[in-house]
């Protein structure tokens, strides 16, 4: 049997925990209920709260983080939350802690992912992207601790290999060869090169639309979740999660629109962003690769390892991203037609750089 607690367990050791907080917050422990789960071994409740004290939110509302402490650990996300509430970022306020056990009590940001509001009709999408590139300016310039993990090149290889081995392997049931290995050994080696001369700050890592919340007070927007794993990388790593999301697709001149809004507020916040757009866009391009190529893997990796499928209806956009980057660059030629081999393609010619 089992030594781990199961879900329903973690579920019994937060209300317990839940009862011991301070009366005054007015938790209705009986209302804890499912919030959302993400990608990870974390799991989000709900709880209502109708207290009167000062620290209550009268017929208001509280989120629990559940993140068992033999799999993941809350000390990252409170350090980070307090490095980005102090550069003016919105996260969610943390109420209570106990780290031993792996619970967080905090502030609510309710129900509405940019996901969600880009689904609603009447949404006003230029105005809560321009205010997501505001909020990300805002993160960069952060004052970060010199101890927090580094984006290197060790991090960015041991990522692009979950493409090989989960979306190669394992998803299209493919052995690569050793020529065909040679090519995305080359595409790994140029896309470390160039992510590493990039000037390097607070980098979320999930910046994108299903981790920006829509806040009901106005000018409040983005709220920020899903942030414990930042570390210091690259300037444009957060910038292309957002326009080259894996869950959305905007047009290229769209997104070239929003970079380049971004470029002149980074640039006017003393961000240290190239000066030409040009060599900036490029910088964003091949940064978006090597994203591409390591979500192709997670997504494979969450449907056959973790058992959630679901994310296997996103790998087109993923790999529509990639593809558009290989096929624009001479120096990526030969990981363009390895993609069209693995996915029985017909070359296509494309621009190139």
Same mark, same amino acid.
């Given at each position: ?104 009590? /905090?502030?609510? *940001?309710?129900?509405?992912? $940019?996901?969600?509001?880009?689904? =609603?009709?009447?949404? #006003?999408?230029? @105005?809560? +992207? ?108 957060? /910038?292309?999660? *957002?326009?080259?999301?894996? $869950?959305?697709?905007?047009?290229? =001149?769209?997104?070239? #629109?929003?970079? @380049?809004? +971004? ?91």
């Amino acid at each position: 049997m089992s030594s781990h607690p199961t879900h329903d367990d973690r579920r019994a050791l937060a209300a317990n925990w839940l009862i011991g907080l301070p009366d005054s917050l007015g938790l209705q422990v009986a209302s804890l209920r499912p919030a959302s789960s993400d990608a990870s071994f974390r799991r989000y409740f709900r709880v209502d709260a109708k207290g009167t004290g000062p620290q209550a939110r009268i017929d208001s509302s509280y989120i629990v983080m559940d993140a068992p402490p033999d799999s993941e650990d809350c000390r990252p996300f409170v350090r980070i939350a307090g490095l980005m509430a102090a550069a003016g970022v919105g996260t969610p306020e943390i109420v209570a802690q106990d780290l031993e056990q792996g619970f967080l009590l /905090l502030g609510d *940001l309710g129900n509405t992912t $940019y996901f969600d509001a880009l689904r =609603q009709p009447g949404r #006003d999408i230029p @105005a809560l +992207y321009g205010d997501a590139l505001r909020a990300l300016v805002r993160l960069q310039g952060a004052s970060v601790p010199a101890d927090l993990p580094s984006y290197d090149g060790a991090r960015l290889r041991t990522e692009m290999e979950l493409f090989p081995d989960w979306y190669v392997a394992r998803h299209l049931g493919m052995t690569l060869t050793d020529r065909e290995r040679q090519p995305l050994e080359t595409c790994f080696q140029r896309l470390i090169t160039a992510a590493c001369a990039q000037p390097q700050v607070l980098v979320h890592r999930d910046y994108h639309c299903r981790n920006l919340m829509v806040l009901d007070l106005p000018g409040s927007n983005p709220g920020v979740i899903d942030f414990q794993d930042a570390v210091i990388g690259p300037v444009t790593y957060d /910038l292309v999660s *957002l326009l080259r999301d894996a $869950y959305v697709e905007w047009p290229e =001149q769209q997104q070239i #629109d929003w970079a @380049a809004r +971004y470029w002149e507020m980074a640039r006017a916040a003393g961000l240290p962003v190239h000066e030409r757009f040009d060599a900036f866009w490029q910088d964003l391009e091949w940064m978006g690769l090597q994203r591409a190529l390591k979500v192709l893997g997670i997504f494979a990796r969450l449907c056959y390892r973790d058992g959630k499928p679901r994310y296997l209806d996103d790998l087109p956009v993923v790999l529509r991203h990639a593809t558009r980057v290989v096929e624009r660059y001479d120096v990526f030629s030969g990981m363009a037609r390895l993609l069209d081999r693995l996915h029985q393609r017909t070359p296509r010619t494309g621009f190139t750089f």
